[in-house]
């Protein structure tokens, strides 16, 4: 059974760091791109960031370039998210989700983070 | 405020059929596929089609996807109580080199 698993959450003041961690189980996690995606509060849903398999590929929704970094160790079948200069507007649930595109997508549940002073 | 726009809800009675639409541009879904995905109240999004007509296995057959030109849609045929969910278009957007949903369709069964 898949199983994708966030944690790394939690609150947080404004211009501070979070690593959000995402550990994968149940399939072959080198074989995938992954995916962090965000949802606001009672707001839709938000593509954050991405990876490619061997991690030589990424890419960034622009209000995170240059804030955000993605990362994946496949030794551990783990991917990562290095938040940085955290701002108000970040504050949602963030999804570790396989393959956006295409038959294979697979979501976790999610991890809360909350910028507020 | 995202390239693809879906109306903000859907209403419909057991049984009946209800379509959601999902109108984007050519760079987006113009030239790639499109995926649908069902979020459940208080539930992760799950995949229920993907590029343009498919649908994962599990997947009852009464939701279908379709394509044409820059617009995509979702029929829910026989609808049943718990279709009442959230459900959201998406693809890759070319020119803004990104991942892009669509605003999201809330679908009530009244």
């Known amino acids: 059974e898949v199983q994708l698993v966030e944690s790394g959450g939690g609150l947080v003041q404004p211009g501070g760091s979070l690593r959000l961690s995402c550990v994968a189980s149940g399939y072959t996690f080198s074989s995938y791109w992954m995916n962090w995606v965000r949802q606001a509060p009672g707001k839709g849903l938000e593509w954050v960031a991405s990876i490619k398999q061997d991690g030589s590929e990424k890419k960034y929704v622009d209000p995170v370039k240059g804030r955000f970094t993605i990362s994946r160790d496949n030794a551990k079948n783990s991917m990562y998210l290095q938040m940085n200069s955290l701002r108000a507007e970040d504050t949602a649930l963030y999804y570790c989700a396989r393959a956006l595109s295409g038959g294979a997508s697979y979501w976790g549940h999610g991890t809360l983070v909350i910028v507020s002073s | ?110």
């Open chain 2, 1 to 110: 405020q995202s390239v693809l726009t879906q109306p903000p809800s859907v209403s419909g009675t057991p049984g009946q059929r209800v379509t959601i639409s999902c109108s984007g541009g050519s760079s987006n879904i113009g030239s790639n596929p499109v995926n649908w995905f069902q979020q459940l109240p208080g539930t992760a999004p799950k995949l229920l089609v993907y590029t343009n007509n498919q649908r994962p296995s599990g997947v009852p057959d009464r939701f279908s996807g379709s394509k044409s030109g820059t617009s995509a849609s979702l029929a829910i045929s026989g609808l049943q109580s718990e279709d009442e969910a959230d459900y959201y278009c998406a693809t890759w957007d070319g020119g803004l080199n990104a991942y892009v949903f669509g605003t999201g369709t809330e679908v009530t069964v009244l």
